[in-house]
């Protein structure tokens, strides 16, 4: 597993190792970050390079970053199962095409780092999700190809400001896009093959209760038909973040709602995936 890390102010990309990580950036200066790598399709050089090499930092020496820092777009699909098509109440039938929007880059945390919570806004929710990163580009990329465009799969706390997504009509920019309210990773898994996304399990905690859980089976739209829907407007280009959906179970849908807060911890898991996790700070 690759991932993303600082380290007495600086940067580095290397493997996840027991005991810390194994920095591997200062031996490739021509690949600045791992968006880089996965450019150069040489992820495969990366794993090689570490193996048999020793921790260079211990746990406790540095901090996760997003795996990938510097993508070039991060896009988000909404309402893509069936139950959170039904938490709407508006009668309505799952559409035809799926809704889509973008995120920022500095909206997002490493695994470790705690959330930010705004002052103008308690309303500080979660979302547990999947989140593919690209690694071969390309426009109109047929579905059935759609996977063989995957580098790797990370997760993500699509962390979402509620009031703020509601004011307006017509977008939800402003409630999905605040410094630090979400988070991706931990690390950046290598994809292989179609069973890793084909029934994948994902769930969600807060302080260790469950509240959200569904499968990728149950996708209203499967993961090679977002590649494809998307990549029919904008070109994919190597280290683009493509967030899959979220299941029911978000703290808007409780009776009354319930937000983050701080000291709350928030973990996101999926099979074979890993667990991403994070606390919940005042900005």
Known sequence: MFATFRSNGEQFYGLVANGGMIALSPEFPQWKTLRNVIEAGELRTLAKAGQGK???????????????PDPEKIICVGVNFPDRNAEYKDGQEAPPNMSLFIRFPRSFVGHGVPLSRPPESPQLDYEGEIAIVIG?????????????????LTLCNEGTIR????????????GKNWDGSGSIG???????????????????RVNGDLRQQDRTSRMLFPIARQIAY????????????????????????????VWL???????????????????????
């Open 54 to 68: 020793a921790v260079t930092h211990p746990e406790g020496s540095f901090t996760y970053e997003i795996p990938v």
């Open 136 to 152: 071969t580009g390309g426009r109109r990329i047929p579905e059935e190809d759609a996977l063989s465009h995957i580098a790797g």
């Open 163 to 174: 009031d703020w997504v509601r004011h307006a009509k017509f977008n939800v920019t402003q």
């Open 186 to 204: 931990p690390s950046l898994v290598p994809f292989t093959a179609p069973a890793q996304l084909a029934d994948v399990g994902l769930e969600t």
């Open 230 to 257: 998307i990549s029919t407007f904008t070109t994919l280009v190597p280290g683009d973040i493509i967030v899959t959906g979220t299941p029911t179970g978000a703290g808007a849908r409780f009776d009354p709602p």
């Open 261 to 283: 807060k701080p000291g709350d911890v928030i973990e996101v898991s999926a099979e074979g995936i890993g667990t991403l996790r994070n606390g919940v700070v005042d900005e």
